[in-house]
C-alpha cells in the first residue's frame, strides 16, 4: 500500500511538472515574434535576431536566413530573388521627409470634434539642464507629429527654473531661444486639451473615444518633465514595448531601433531635432502595427502584468486541462500594437 501510495504520488508530482513545463513552452501567442523557418517563438524581435543571426545562432536557421532573410524585419522569403525585391521596399526613406533647418514652429492645436478613427500622434522633446551641476532636466523644446509626419505642433518652451547647461552640442538650444518662449503651462494646456480631444482625460477609454494615441520613446520621462498626465491605454512607448525591448527586459535607445528595424540612423550629428526622434518612433510603431498577426480577442492591456497568470483556487482547473486546452488558452503578455489598426 505504501509502495502504491507513493507511485500514484510520483505520477501526480510528474504531472505537475509536465503541466508547469508545458506552460512555459505553450506560453506563447500569434503576436509573438518567431522565426520564420523552424518556427520557435521568441519574447521579443532582439531575442529572434539572436537566434537567427547573433553570435551563437542556430545553425540551420542562420544559412537559410543569410541567403533568403531580410536583415530589417526579419522575414524569410522563397528565394534569394523575392529577398531582393523586398529589401529595396523594406527599407524606409532615409531619414524624414522634411529638412530640419525649414521646419517651422507651430504654436497652435486644434481639437477635431467630427474624428471619424483613431488618430495617432508621436511626441517628443529636448531637455536642457537645472540644477546647481546640469543635471537635472528641464524640458526646453516640444514637437507633435501626426501619422503622415506633419508638424502639428513645435514650440521652444521658457524654463520655469534657471537654466545651468543649455546643452547646446546636443540640442542646439541658447539662451536667447528660450528668453520669450511659451510658458510652461500653456504649453501643457495646449497638449492636453489636443490629446484628450475634447474628452475628460477620466473618461478616456481605449475604444470608440476621440481621445489620440500618443507615441514616444520614454514618455514617462518626457509627460514628468511637462507635467502632463495621460492615461497609460493611450500611450505606446517604444522603450517599453516587449517585442522592441532586450532580451533581459531591459530598453533599447531610440537609435538603435532605427538603426535595426527602420533601417537608417538617426542622432548622428550634433543639435539633434525633436523632429527627427518623433518621426522614428512613430515609424517604429506603425511598422509594429502592421504586423500580419492572427486577431486575438483578449481585453487591452492597460500594464504589463502576466494576462495568462490563474489564481491559485485555478490551479485544479489548469491539471484538468489537457495540452491543446492549455495552448489554446494561453497568451501574450502585451497588448499589440496591431490591435490598433
Given at each position: 500500500?505504501?509502495?502504491?501510495?507513493?507511485?500514484?504520488?510520483?505520477?501526480?508530482?510528474?504531472?505537475?511538472?509536465?503541466?508547469?513545463?508545458?506552460?512555459r513552452?505553450s506560453?506563447?501567442?500569434?503576436?509573438?515574434p518567431f522565426?520564420?523557418?523552424?518556427?520557435?517563438?521568441?519574447?521579443?524581435?532582439?531575442?529572434?535576431?539572436?537566434h537567427?543571426?547573433?553570435?551563437l545562432?542556430?545553425?540551420?536557421c542562420?544559412?537559410i536566413f543569410s541567403?533568403?532573410?531580410?536583415?530589417?524585419c526579419l522575414?524569410?522569403?522563397?528565394?534569394?530573388?523575392?529577398?531582393?525585391f523586398?529589401?529595396?521596399?523594406?527599407?524606409l526613406?532615409?531619414?524624414?521627409?522634411?529638412?530640419?533647418?525649414?521646419?517651422?514652429?507651430?504654436?497652435?492645436?486644434k481639437?477635431d470634434?467630427?474624428i471619424?478613427?483613431?488618430?495617432?500622434?508621436?511626441?517628443?522633446?529636448?531637455?536642457v539642464?537645472g540644477?546647481?551641476?546640469?543635471?537635472?532636466?528641464?524640458?526646453?523644446?516640444?514637437?507633435?507629429?501626426?501619422?503622415?509626419e506633419?508638424?502639428i505642433?513645435?514650440?521652444?518652451?521658457?524654463?520655469?527654473?534657471?537654466?545651468?547647461?543649455?546643452?547646446?552640442e546636443?540640442t542646439?538650444?541658447?539662451?536667447?531661444f528660450?528668453?520669450?518662449?511659451?510658458?510652461l503651462?500653456q504649453?501643457?494646456?495646449?497638449?492636453?486639451?489636443?490629446?484628450?480631444?475634447?474628452e475628460?482625460?477620466?473618461?478616456?477609454?481605449?475604444?470608440?473615444?476621440?481621445?489620440?494615441?500618443?507615441?514616444?520613446?520614454?514618455?514617462?520621462?518626457d509627460?514628468?518633465?511637462?507635467?502632463?498626465?495621460?492615461?497609460?491605454?493611450?500611450?505606446?512607448?517604444?522603450?517599453?514595448?516587449?517585442?522592441?525591448?532586450?532580451?533581459?527586459?531591459?530598453?533599447?535607445?531610440?537609435?538603435?531601433?532605427?538603426?535595426?528595424?527602420l533601417?537608417?540612423?538617426?542622432?548622428?550629428?550634433?543639435?539633434?531635432?525633436?523632429?527627427?526622434?518623433?518621426?522614428?518612433?512613430?515609424?517604429?510603431y506603425?511598422?509594429?502595427?502592421?504586423?500580419?498577426?492572427?486577431?486575438?480577442?483578449?481585453?487591452?492591456?492597460?500594464?504589463?502584468?502576466?494576462?495568462?497568470?490563474?489564481?491559485?483556487?485555478?490551479?485544479?482547473?489548469?491539471?484538468?486541462?489537457?495540452?491543446?486546452?492549455?495552448?489554446?488558452?494561453?497568451?501574450s503578455d502585451?497588448?499589440?500594437?496591431?490591435?490598433?489598426?
Amino acid at each position: 500500500t505504501s509502495r502504491n501510495k507513493c507511485a500514484a504520488c510520483f505520477r501526480q508530482f510528474n504531472r505537475k511538472e509536465h503541466l508547469v513545463d508545458h506552460m512555459r513552452t505553450s506560453y506563447h501567442s500569434s503576436h509573438e515574434p518567431f522565426c520564420g523557418i523552424c518556427k520557435k517563438h521568441c519574447r521579443s524581435f532582439e531575442s529572434l535576431r539572436e537566434h537567427l543571426k547573433g553570435t551563437l545562432p542556430k545553425a540551420a536557421c542562420n544559412n537559410i536566413f543569410s541567403a533568403q532573410g531580410c536583415e530589417i524585419c526579419l522575414a524569410i522569403f522563397d528565394g534569394p530573388n523575392a529577398r531582393r525585391f523586398h529589401l529595396g521596399r523594406c527599407q524606409l526613406q532615409n531619414g524624414s521627409k522634411s529638412g530640419f533647418a525649414n521646419l517651422r514652429f507651430y504654436d497652435d492645436l486644434k481639437i477635431d470634434n467630427g474624428i471619424s478613427a483613431r488618430q495617432v500622434v508621436a511626441l517628443a522633446c529636448k531637455m536642457v539642464g537645472g540644477g546647481s551641476d546640469g543635471s537635472l532636466d528641464v524640458c526646453a523644446r516640444v514637437c507633435l507629429i501626426d501619422e503622415n509626419e506633419n508638424t502639428i505642433f513645435h514650440t521652444y518652451i521658457k524654463p520655469t527654473i534657471p537654466v545651468t547647461n543649455y546643452r547646446y552640442e546636443s540640442t542646439g538650444i541658447r539662451p536667447e531661444f528660450l528668453r520669450d518662449a511659451m510658458p510652461l503651462r500653456q504649453v501643457q494646456n495646449k497638449i492636453q486639451e489636443f490629446l484628450c480631444n475634447g474628452e475628460p482625460i477620466w473618461k478616456i477609454r481605449p475604444r470608440g473615444g476621440k481621445a489620440r494615441i500618443l507615441v514616444g520613446h520614454g514618455l514617462n520621462h518626457d509627460l514628468d518633465r511637462l507635467q502632463l498626465e495621460y492615461p497609460a491605454i493611450m500611450i505606446r512607448d517604444t522603450a517599453k514595448y516587449p517585442p522592441l525591448m532586450k532580451s533581459n527586459k531591459l530598453s533599447n535607445s531610440l537609435k538603435y531601433l532605427t538603426q535595426a528595424y527602420l533601417g537608417y540612423d538617426i542622432q548622428t550629428g550634433i543639435q539633434n531635432h525633436p523632429y527627427e526622434d518623433c518621426v522614428a518612433t512613430m515609424r517604429l510603431y506603425t511598422r509594429m502595427r502592421s504586423q500580419a498577426h492572427k486577431k486575438e480577442d483578449y481585453p487591452l492591456a492597460s500594464d504589463p502584468q502576466n494576462r495568462n497568470n490563474f489564481a491559485s483556487w485555478r490551479q485544479a482547473e489548469l491539471e484538468r486541462m489537457t495540452s491543446e486546452e492549455l495552448l489554446h488558452i494561453s497568451r501574450s503578455d502585451y497588448y499589440c500594437w496591431c490591435l490598433d489598426a
